[in-house]
């Protein structure tokens, strides 16, 4: 069965192909050993912040299409990184730029990109629909409590934004169901219950 599946297809698919982005890796290196000439690579997010993902999923489907990855990382990738940052100079960007036209320019021949225009005529417009709740008695009285007691922990925490943060999640939960928020709250007095159980005992 090895044997069968290894050496015998005549075309290897690989879908979310960016998992194989580290050569290194035991999914890359188990790819790697189908003996077929055909192969194909999908992915929704082919070029990202690192071009060297880019280099390991064109290196399997092409293997040494573009060079080995350390004249890769020369020529492409450390000019591509260097222009990225926000103090890169003039020059480093025009550099950058050019560097990402010669590498589109190199993987035309392999690399069929489709954008969401290919689906226009197969598939109805998008509709959405934003439907606004109006929160109950008691989600209203629970909200503006809530709302005052954490107003009054925020003027004596020097954590503000984690407060806020905290609070959020809390509301979040209290306006989807006012169940949900019950849920939680009696979940922490048990686990406080709990724990002093097991403090005292």
């Known amino acids: 069965m090895k044997g069968i599946l290894l050496d ?3 075309l290897v698919v690989a879908d979310e192909a960016h998992l194989m ?6 999914l890359h290196i188990a790819a790697t050993t ?3 000439k055909s192969r194909i690579a999908m ?6 912040n690192n071009v060297e993902e880019y280099h390991a999923m064109v290196n399997w489907v092409a293997p040494n299409y573009l060079s080995d990855i350390k004249a890769f ?5 450390r000019p591509i990184h260097e222009g990225l940052q926000i103090s890169s100079s003039a020059y480093q960007r025009r550099k950058m730029l050019a560097r990402l036209r010669a590498l589109k ?5 392999k690399v069929d990109r489709k954008t969401l225009a290919v689906l226009k005529n197969s598939i109805p417009n998008k509709t959405e629909f934003v439907l606004v ?5 008691i989600q209203r009285k629970a909200y503006e409590l809530l709302i005052q007691f954490q107003q009054g922990v925020a003027m004596e925490s020097a954590s503000h934004n984690a407060t806020i943060f905290a609070t959020l999640n809390v509301l979040a939960l209290l306006c989807a169901h006012p169940q ?14 709990r724990i002093a159980t097991s403090e005292t005992g």
């Open 105 to 109: 320019n190199d993987v035309a021949p």
């Open 180 to 193: 949900c928020f019950k849920k939680r709250l009696l979940g922490k007095d048990s686990s406080s219950d």
């Open 73 to 77: 990382r020369d020529h492409f990738a």
């Open 8 to 10: 015998n297809p005549n």
């Open 34 to 36: 189908f003996s077929t």
């Open 21 to 26: 982005k580290n050569p290194k890796s035991k």
């Open 133 to 137: 709740m109006p929160l109950t008695t």
């Open 43 to 48: 992915t929704g997010s082919p070029l990202a």
